[in-house]
């Protein structure tokens, strides 16, 4: 069974600075999709990034990056310029390319210091 | 947009109580699943449904039940209500297109607290 590792379970940061927060996962299979999801203080969860094991090129939307290592089996969400309301629980899961289910890490939680 | 609906955002409930939580999409999506989110655990599934009256149990099945008479609609039960149920459930549905890279949409989640 796959699962998703997450090992900090808490990060701060301050306001316009960079951070990175961490993913790893264990699977066998080789095409699979990987996500970070933000769910803020008593609010929806919500995708923020996806990317495709296939693809080489690291996924970006806007400030947000990742870092997919294959080989490592690593996926890191890095923040660029972070902003208050980008204070949230952050969730890494996986998707495997032939079911339907998906894992999901135990989070990091983000906080933003003005 | 697509929306999942959860009907009860916060409830309290006593001990043997049978539990209700109602969920709903409205995008015509294939899958639904119910999760429990506890601090430190992340999200487990409970159970999985890809078709009407079709479900999968997930990691924590024990103590719950689902029911998937709608394509759209997906209730999770708890027969009789324990303390250690009480938690976050989030539901969220999603899309069966072959691939898998399709996302998963949630609800607002449901607070319930059993005493």
């Known amino acids: 069974a796959q699962t998703v590792t997450q090992s900090q379970p808490e990060m701060s940061v301050q306001e316009a600075e960079t951070v990175t927060l961490s993913c790893t996962y264990d699977?066998?299979?080789?095409?699979?999709?990987l996500f970070w999801y933000k769910q803020p203080p008593s609010r929806q969860m919500i995708l923020v990034i996806r990317?495709?094991?296939?693809?080489?090129q690291n996924a970006t939307e806007n400030r947000f990056s990742v870092n997919f290592q294959k080989a490592a089996k690593s996926f890191s969400l890095k923040i660029s310029d972070s902003q208050l309301g980008d204070a949230a629980m952050y969730f890494c899961?996986?998707?495997?390319?032939?079911?339907?289910?998906?894992?999901f890490g135990p989070g990091t939680r983000l906080s933003v210091l003005p | 947009d697509v929306k999942v609906t959860q009907s009860s955002r916060y409830l309290v409930k006593r001990t043997g109580e049978k539990v209700f939580l109602e969920c709903v999409q409205d995008?015509?999506?294939?899958?639904m699943f119910w999760y429990r989110q506890d601090p430190g655990l992340g999200l487990r599934l409970i159970y999985f449904?890809?078709?009407?009256?079709?479900?999968e149990k997930g990691d924590i099945p024990e103590g719950y039940s689902v029911s998937r008479e709608k394509k759209e609609r997906f209730s999770l039960i708890l027969e009789s209500a324990s303390t250690n149920q009480t938690s976050m459930y989030l539901c969220?549905?999603?899309?069966?297109?072959?691939?898998?890279?399709?996302?998963?949409?949630f609800g607002e989640g449901s607070w319930l607290t059993v005493v």
């Open positions: 990317q495709e094991a296939y693809k080489q």
């Open positions: 995008m015509d999506h294939e899958n």
């Open positions: 899961a996986y998707r495997s390319a032939y079911g339907q289910n998906f894992v």
């Open positions: 449904s890809y078709d009407v009256k079709m479900k």
């Open positions: 969220a549905s999603s899309t069966a297109t072959r691939g898998g890279g399709n996302t998963i949409y």
């Open positions: 699977t066998s299979e080789s095409d699979y999709y």
